[in-house]
Structures are given as structure tokens and as C-alpha cells.
Nanobody, 118 residues
Framework: QVQLVESGGGLVQAGGSLRLSCAAS????????MGWYRQAPGKQRELVADISSGGTTNYADFAKGRFTLSRDNAKNTVDLQMNSLNPEDTAVYYC????????????WGQGTQVTVSS
């Protein structure tokens, strides 16, 4: 099993920044890609960004140029630096880890609230 623990959410003014962190523990050898998703009220959960074990990143269009995802394989952590935040970024942000074997269980953190005020 894998556990994901998130931190760094909170309240920020428009134009401000937040840094989200996710730490994985347990059977981390079975993890391939890690990343962040978000879900706003009344909306579907959507990918923000994810990253491979080798460091290849994938960003949603809304995140490009504003958010940066990094990974430390030795510490089993991923960080999401979010800059130039706007109220549309308000959502619950979830850490995600995908297993190396297809059909195996994906892992999710408990979610952390990000609120951007005007």
C-alpha cells in the first residue's frame, strides 16, 4: 500500500503564490507517475500536472507558465509551485500516484483546499 500526505494549501490573494507538497510512503517502489489534480465545486476533477520517474512533466493548459512541478525520487516527494494565482484556481487539490502495473490501484491524498481571493 501507498499513503500520500499533502501540505501547503491555504488562502491567498489573486496574483499570489502557494507551494503544495506531497510525500509518499509505503510501497513507493511500485509508483511510476506522480502529480496533482484539482476539483472545484460543481466541476469534474482535472489534471493539473504530473511527472514521470525520469522527470518528464505534463501540464494542463491553465497551468503552463504559472505552475511548476518537481519530484525528488530519493525522498518520494512532489512539489507544485503555483504562481500568479487567480480565483479560478480555487479548488481542492489532490496528490496522485499511479502504479507501474496497469490495473493496479491508483493512490490519492486526502486533498488540500486552495482558495484564491480577489
Amino acid at each position: 500500500q501507498v499513503q500520500l500526505v499533502e501540505s501547503g494549501g491555504g488562502l491567498v490573494q489573486a496574483g499570489g503564490s502557494l507551494r503544495l507538497s506531497c510525500a509518499a510512503s509505503g510501497s513507493t517502489f511500485s509508483i511510476t507517475r506522480m502529480g496533482w489534480y484539482r476539483q472545484a465545486p460543481g466541476k469534474q476533477r482535472e489534471l493539473v500536472a504530473d511527472i514521470s520517474s525520469g522527470g518528464t512533466t505534463n501540464y494542463a493548459d491553465f497551468a503552463k507558465g504559472r505552475f511548476t512541478l518537481s519530484r525528488d525520487n530519493a525522498k518520494n516527494t512532489v512539489d507544485l509551485q503555483m504562481n500568479s494565482l487567480n480565483p479560478e484556481d480555487t479548488a481542492v487539490y489532490y496528490c496522485n500516484a499511479k502504479p507501474i502495473f496497469r490495473g493496479s490501484t491508483e493512490y490519492w491524498g486526502q486533498g488540500t483546499q486552495v482558495t484564491v481571493s480577489s
